[in-house]
């Protein structure tokens, strides 16, 4: 269908006309337009840096097992007593051998009024005069040497004591033990008794394996042996045997003894 030039233009004016006609009608009231509230979620994203996990090789631990401190004196017991032998060298003459039996106690007790701890060692020997000519002369009626010794029940400090000394049956007069000349059980060995066997040692010990060992007490074919050190250096070795709450057997050299290369040597008796 074909329109005429004319007939465009009349449209056109038509247009136009309805344009400008609403233009200038009266405006309508519009209700108010209100923006829609719109609530935003925001998600605060905090920037973590990257971790960086260092690889760490697989290390193998070795775990070696080890004995528990050892223990030389335990248990309950109240005396002990041991076979004493005593090896020296007095030149000229040849070495000397001689023994003692030694018993050693513990108890309560007071001293000077004071709550203390007494041990009590009595040592008994067949008297023997060294080397006569090379001959050793021994009295039977001997020596008994007994010595008290107290300390605190609390601190084990010593308090003080006395020596007393029988000799082929004459009494001597006691002497009291000075105070600031007793040195401690793991400093250096004592003359008579070697250590007091009650309460533990503060030495460190060596496990030297097992040996048979035969002392007064009886036979032990595996007795556990130990070696340390007294703080002065002597060196000192137990035999220990389970189920017996003191060693079967000790023995160390003590310089503090008159002569040559003098050794020590307990060997178990009994106890209870």
Request: glycine content about 8%; charged content about 20%; proline content about 8%.
């Amino acid at each position: 269908m074909k329109f005429s030039q004319s007939g465009s233009i009349t449209i056109l004016i038509l247009l136009i006309a309805v344009f400008f006609a609403g233009c200038s009608g009266t405006n309508q009231p519009q209700p108010p337009v209100t923006n829609p509230q719109v609530t935003a979620t925001v998600t605060k994203m905090t920037s973590i840096p990257a971790t960086t996990t260092s690889l760490k090789m697989a290390t193998t631990v070795l775990v070696t097992a080890t004995e528990s401190p050892v223990k030389v004196f335990n248990g309950e017991y109240h005396w002990v007593e041991y076979r004493e032998n005593n090896t020296v060298t007095l030149p000229p003459n040849p070495r000397y051998q001689w023994e003692y039996d030694i018993k050693m106690e513990r108890s309560t007790g007071k001293y000077e009024g004071s709550p203390a701890i007494h041990d009590k060692v009595t040592s008994i020997s067949d008297y023997g005069e060294c080397c006569i000519n090379n001959v050793v002369t021994i009295t039977k009626d001997g020596r008994i040497a007994v010595e008290d010794t107290y300390y605190d029940t609390s601190t084990n400090r010593f308090l003080g004591g006395t020596w007393a000394e029988t000799i082929k049956g004459i009494v001597k007069p006691a002497t009291d033990l000075k105070v600031n000349e007793q040195f401690s059980r793991e400093d250096r060995p004592s003359y008579e008794m070697g250590i007091t066997p009650f309460g533990e040692m503060n030495i460190t010990l060596t496990y030297e394996g097992t040996e048979p060992v035969t002392v007064p007490a009886g036979t032990y074919t595996a007795a556990r042996k130990y070696t340390g050190n007294f703080r002065d250096g002597t060196p000192i070795t137990f035999w220990v045997v389970p189920g017996i709450p003191v060693p079967v057997q000790y023995q160390f050299p003590n310089k503090y003894l008159d002569g040559e290369n003098p050794i020590q040597s307990y060997e178990l008796k009994g106890w209870g």
